[in-house]
């Protein structure tokens, strides 16, 4: 998997990072952390792609939603902040042991950066950031869950939480419902009960394979949310219309130079606009339920 996509970018982001594990700073907070009043996030779809409709789109969310000063009044300013983490999952997330929060800690061994970033944590050209190094990704404290540690009092504080994940753990999901319950029993475990949430599965990939195993693992994760109370409103990413959109369709992925798809599990920029033109009521519906 390609991260930065040239040697130029290469030469940038390998400043960003050294080998190893990057724990948490032993104080992350040296100047007051204001924390974004939305905050989205996700896997590599972010940072292949959908992070700029995310960052638009949230950005713009009332209006984009039409709400009313009794919803938009709880969001705030509506500060955004979008982050992407490359292979990261629910489970990700939630675990407290090193080896079960690696693709969230541990720097890349080949690119040495993890994550794409946007919004408020980002005020650089430079969209990508290795998790646990800067003062906006102190996720990594050890003994802890990245959600714990960021959570904790003082730091991430959102009005309104937004997940969206598919990818690394589809194939667990497929399978095993079970699963797919303790994964979603320990995010709400870990999440603060006063924070809104929705959960929202990424976009279709190309090949229809793919598309027919993330089904299945949407099918289980929708109905293990809903088998334990629904802490987070769903919204399908997979629908006959988003399918339509991307299964098959070459030019919303990356192509080699003969246009054949180079990277079919990530849609690029123009799908991610596509894709959130189809799922836009959904999401709104979703973000007023739980602003109610």
């Given at each position: 998997m390609n991260f930065p996509t040239s040697l130029a970018a290469l030469a940038v982001f390998s400043a960003f990072g050294v080998f190893g594990t990057a724990q948490a700073d032993t104080n992350p907070h040296k100047t007051a952390f204001n924390s974004p009043d939305i905050l989205i996030?996700?896997?590599s779809q972010i940072p292949f792609g959908a992070g700029p409709s995310f960052l638009n789109f949230f950005e713009n969310l009332v209006e984009n939603c039409g709400f009313k000063p009794k919803v938009s009044d709880k969001l705030g300013d509506q500060t955004v902040a979008v982050i992407g983490v490359r292979s990261s999952s629910l489970g990700t997330w939630t675990r407290r042991s090193k080896s079960g929060k690696r693709a969230i800690?541990?720097?890349?061994p080949k690119w040495r950066v993890n994550a794409g970033t946007y919004?408020?944590?980002?005020r650089s050209d430079n969209i990508y950031a290795q998790i646990g190094q800067g003062q906006d990704y102190q996720f990594c404290a050890p003994n802890k869950s990245a959600f714990e540690t960021m959570f904790q009092p003082d730091y991430y504080?959102?009005?309104?939480?937004?997940l969206t994940f598919l990818g690394n753990s589809s194939g667990t999901w497929a399978r095993s419902k079970d699963a797919a319950i303790s994964d979603v029993k320990a995010t709400i475990e870990h999440l603060p009960a006063?924070?809104?949430?929705v959960f929202m599965t990424t976009a279709p990939t190309y090949y229809k394979k793919t598309v027919k195993q993330r089904l299945k693992a949407q099918e289980?994760?929708?109905?293990?949310?809903?088998?334990?109370g629904n802490r987070c409103s769903f919204v399908d990413?997979?629908?006959p219309e988003?399918?339509?959109?991307?299964?098959?369709?070459?030019?919303h992925f990356r192509q080699r130079k003969s246009g054949k798809v180079k990277d079919p599990f990530h849609p690029n920029k123009r799908a991610a606009h596509m894709f959130f033109r189809l799922r836009h009521a959904a999401i709104c519906k979703a973000v007023a339920t739980q602003l109610k």
């Amino acid at each position: 998997m390609n991260f930065p996509t040239s040697l130029a970018a290469l030469a940038v982001f390998s400043a960003f990072g050294v080998f190893g594990t990057a724990q948490a700073d032993t104080n992350p907070h040296k100047t007051a952390f204001n924390s974004p009043d939305i905050l989205i996030l996700g896997d590599s779809q972010i940072p292949f792609g959908a992070g700029p409709s995310f960052l638009n789109f949230f950005e713009n969310l009332v209006e984009n939603c039409g709400f009313k000063p009794k919803v938009s009044d709880k969001l705030g300013d509506q500060t955004v902040a979008v982050i992407g983490v490359r292979s990261s999952s629910l489970g990700t997330w939630t675990r407290r042991s090193k080896s079960g929060k690696r693709a969230i800690c541990t720097v890349d061994p080949k690119w040495r950066v993890n994550a794409g970033t946007y919004g408020t944590v980002n005020r650089s050209d430079n969209i990508y950031a290795q998790i646990g190094q800067g003062q906006d990704y102190q996720f990594c404290a050890p003994n802890k869950s990245a959600f714990e540690t960021m959570f904790q009092p003082d730091y991430y504080d959102p009005k309104l939480l937004f997940l969206t994940f598919l990818g690394n753990s589809s194939g667990t999901w497929a399978r095993s419902k079970d699963a797919a319950i303790s994964d979603v029993k320990a995010t709400i475990e870990h999440l603060p009960a006063h924070i809104p949430c929705v959960f929202m599965t990424t976009a279709p990939t190309y090949y229809k394979k793919t598309v027919k195993q993330r089904l299945k693992a949407q099918e289980n994760l929708k109905t293990a949310f809903a088998e334990t109370g629904n802490r987070c409103s769903f919204v399908d990413g997979y629908t006959p219309e988003t399918i339509k959109a991307n299964q098959g369709v070459r030019r919303h992925f990356r192509q080699r130079k003969s246009g054949k798809v180079k990277d079919p599990f990530h849609p690029n920029k123009r799908a991610a606009h596509m894709f959130f033109r189809l799922r836009h009521a959904a999401i709104c519906k979703a973000v007023a339920t739980q602003l109610k």
